[in-house]
Antibody, heavy 124, light 106 residues
Framework: QVQLVQSGAEVKKPGASVKVSCRAS????????IHWVRQAPGQGLEWMGWINPNTGGTKYEQKFQDRVTLTRDTSISTAYMELTGLRSDDTAVFYC?????????????????WGQGTPVTVSS | DIQMTQSPSSLSASVGDRVTITCRAR??????LNWYQQRPGKAPKLLIY???SLQSGIPSRFSGSGSGTDFTLTISSLQPEDFATYFC????????FGGGTKVEIK
């Protein structure tokens, strides 16, 4: 079955960087985009960006543009999200999610599989 | 990107109640609207895709409707396991989420 397994919880100091991994299994990794979503404590879901595992192409939400980098290693079916310049308001759970298709149209997309989430705490 | 607005942000209801949650897009997204349920400490789970199609394995008490800019998620008879937070998400242009609706026990 499709599964996304993320790396474990992180505690970082302000100004540091964090790199979260997302290992995919149960499907062809290069066939589906991987998106990253941030959820601050008690808050909603905030889309951060996507990576095309086939080409390495990326797109980022403007507010994260200068601080986030999405990469992948196709040899181990793993996507990565690195966030730099951490601040206390980056304390959140970060999710990776597979963008699946329910039809042939470009917009007929759904988040059909999610990682378990990686809590990141930023504190001095 | 496309701003999505959900209402209400929270509601209290009893088991057996009919619950309706609204999601509004800033521009037309046709029917490229998905709904997710999130329980505390868990990842979101897909309920409805394409505005009105029920994801496999989801109980039929969940239904979705709407097109253009206005969408609705309805739970026809609330069950104890439905107390959770619900999010809408548009797939018309990249991806963005509504702010969420927390359904609490009255």
């Amino acid at each position: 079955q499709v599964q996304l397994v993320q790396s474990g919880a992180e505690v970082k100091k302000p100004g540091a960087s964090v790199k979260v991994s997302c290992r995919a299994s149960g499907y062809t990794f290069t066939d589906y985009y991987i998106h990253w979503v941030r959820q601050a404590p008690g808050q909603g879901l905030e889309w951060m960006g996507w990576i095309n595992p086939n080409t390495g192409g990326t797109k980022y939400e403007q507010k994260f543009q200068d601080r986030v980098t999405l990469t992948r290693d196709t040899s181990i079916s793993t996507a990565y999200m690195e966030l730099t310049g951490l601040r206390s308001d980056d304390t959140a759970v970060f999710y990776c999610a597979r963008y699946g298709k329910y039809g042939s149209g470009w917009s007929e997309k759904i988040f059909d599989s999610w990682g378990q989430g990686t809590p990141v705490t930023v504190s001095s | 990107d496309i701003q999505m607005t959900q209402s209400p942000s929270s509601l209290s209801a009893s088991v057996g109640d009919r619950v309706t949650i609204t999601c509004r897009a800033r521009q037309s997204i046709i029917t490229y609207l998905n709904w997710y349920q999130q329980r505390p400490g868990k990842a979101p789970k897909l309920l409805i895709y394409g505005a009105s199609s029920l994801q496999s394995g989801i109980p039929s008490r969940f239904s979705g409707s709407g097109s253009g800019t206005d969408f609705t998620l309805t739970i026809s008879s609330l069950q104890p396991e439905d107390f959770a937070t619900y999010f809408c998400q548009q797939s018309y242009s990249t991806a963005s989420f509504g702010g969420g609706t927390k359904v609490e026990i009255k």
